[in-house]
């Protein structure tokens, strides 16, 4: 059914406007844009004066960020905007509360437009603005820093029907280009920093100029969000489900959720994206659960009737767009541009990854530890931008179900308990194709003919009970029994019983060639 909201009917690009539609005679008139889909990429035009847009901002004073990212808030002011397809006078209303910045200012020799849209997203300070009870209640006290840890590039597609999402570290390691620091006003000839760090010495320009030289993919629109609206905007939605199959607790952040599914608020939302202690993983991990998050809002949006509720719809949009900065080229028409052409959009046509890192580590004098990124998978990453190609093997299977080890970690010997011919090597095939690793030679179990086992059975070493519940999992049904000794690789012994495999997947692992997934496989089953 197609989404209605008020305000006038959407432009047919396609025919004249003088065509008679119910009786009346629209004036000619040239249209604002060319129809959607599809679009070939432009050369950037200048910004025109528009009546309809608003001097750029002038900031007087230095405008304080945390040492923290939230990248949902921002790429949903894109995506669920887009997804809309909404009237022009909301959109209109909308974009007259957007602050204007010319990122792009006297920027030379840059790379050559690809297909499709990219769009630079960086976040920034909002915590001056939260109360004291906010803040202590979710732990958000703390000195802000003046720089940014979240950098990531959305490319739209050029059918506008995928949403590509590449998340930058923000310990990367970066040669900024030669630049004027914005603090000091003293000139920096080119110099390695962190990439966080080019925000804070040269503000958009410079970041903007900093990520086209490290990835060679021409920035069209630079987007730069205050998260203060975060908490309001999940809370306008209603709540977003977030499912887990370990604990999740940091000390930082307040954040304590048990294994299950949880409603989140805009608190409970805002702990669950910033937490970097939950495990290891650190600042990785943290970009997984908000690339999982953002997933769950879009998901949400799309599919709780918000979209539908033009008085709700407006209500969220002004939140998420409420302390907004855009590069001057991005306004109405283009909003309208997306919007129309993404009425299907769902979380099944979004795609997250992190750019492919190194194992190798580099230490700048007075800087510290930076994060190497891999120049052959990232060279790859990027061309697959420039390109318009697809980052996540798009997998027609069911949606799996969540565990806490990855299959992709687990080896496997499978046995025919039973006498029927083949069914060790059906099993030993289903798991593999669920991401087990099965050693492909099944053999037939001991007694199998004369004393036929009527359930499957899962045996393992105690020491690896967290590998034999996602194998038993995967395995509906099956019993579970204890060997000492028996070592890291699992046994499943084929019963008269079995029937399949259910595909199971873990919050860490990783799939396709760069590590990408689609929002519809990180989402709550």
Request: hydrophobic fraction near 35%.
């Amino acid at each position: 059914m197609a989404l209605r909201f008020s305000g006038p009917p959407a432009v047919d690009h396609s025919r004249p406007r003088s065509v008679l539609r119910g009786g009346v005679t629209h004036v000619p008139a040239p249209p604002r844009r060319p129809a959607f889909p599809p679009r070939r990429p432009r050369p950037r035009q200048q910004a025109q004066p528009q009546a309809r847009q608003p001097a750029p901002r002038q900031h007087t004073g230095r405008r304080k960020r945390p040492r923290w990212g939230l990248r949902a808030a921002v790429t949903s002011s894109v995506l669920v905007l887009a997804a809309a397809g909404i009237g022009h006078s909301v959109v209109t209303t909308l974009d007259t509360g957007i602050k204007r910045i010319d990122a792009f200012k006297d920027m030379k020799n840059r790379p050559p437009a690809g297909n499709g849209m990219n769009v630079l997203l960086v976040g920034t300070d909002g915590r001056d603005k939260i109360t004291a009870e906010e803040k202590a209640k979710y732990r958000l006290g703390g000195a802000p820093c003046h720089c940014t840890d979240t950098v990531m590039i959305v490319h739209i597609s050029e059918n506008r029907d995928r949403a590509s999402v590449v998340s930058l570290p923000r310990d990367s390691y970066a040669e900024l280009p030669a630049h004027t620091d914005r603090n000091t006003g003293k000139q920096h000839e080119p110099h390695p920093n962190k990439l966080n760090a080019a925000f804070a010495e040269g503000g958009p320009n410079l970041t903007v100029r900093t990520v086209e030289s490290m990835t060679k993919v021409k920035i069209d629109h630079y987007l730069e969000v205050d998260f203060l609206s975060f908490m309001k905007t999940v809370d306008v939605l209603g709540g977003v489900d977030i499912c887990t199959a370990k604990p999740l607790k940091d000390s930082h952040t307040g954040l304590d959720l048990p294994v299950g599914t949880h409603a989140l608020n805009g608190g409970q939302a805002l702990q669950y994206v910033r937490s970097r202690y939950v495990d290891g993983a650190s600042d990785l991990g943290r970009m997984q659960r908000q690339q999982r998050f953002l997933a769950a809002l879009i998901a949400k949006a799309t599919s709780s009737g918000v979209l539908l509720n033009p008085v709700k719809f407006r209500d969220v949009t002004r939140t998420l767009l409420g302390s907004v900065r855009a590069d001057k080229g991005f306004g109405t028409s283009e909003m309208l541009d997306l919007g129309r052409a993404m009425r299907g959009f769902s979380p099944s046509s979004s795609e997250f990854t992190t750019v492919p890192l190194s194992p190798e580590e580099v230490t700048l004098p007075g800087i510290g530890s930076t994060l190497k990124w891999d120049p052959a998978k990232a060279e790859k990453l990027f061309d697959a931008l420039r390109e318009d190609r697809p980052l996540a093997a798009r997998d027609k299977k069911a949606k799996a179900t969540l565990v806490s080890v990855s299959p992709q970690q687990i080896r496997v010997q499978v046995e025919n308990g039973t006498a029927k011919a083949g069914l060790g090597k059906r099993v030993d095939e289903a798991l593999r194709d669920t991401g087990f690793l099965t050693t492909g030679t099944p053999a037939d179990a001991p007694n199998a003919a004369t004393a036929p086992a009527p359930r499957t059975v899962v045996a393992f070493d105690p020491r690896w009970d967290r590998s034999a519940k996602t194998l038993a999992t995967a395995l509906p049904g099956c019993e579970m029994r204890t060997v000492a000794g028996q070592g890291p690789v699992l046994k499943v012994i084929a019963g008269a019983d079995f029937k399949a495999v259910r595909p199971v997947r873990a919050e860490d692992t990783l799939q396709g060639e760069f590590g990408a997934v689609t929002g519809d496989q990180v989402t709550c089953p």
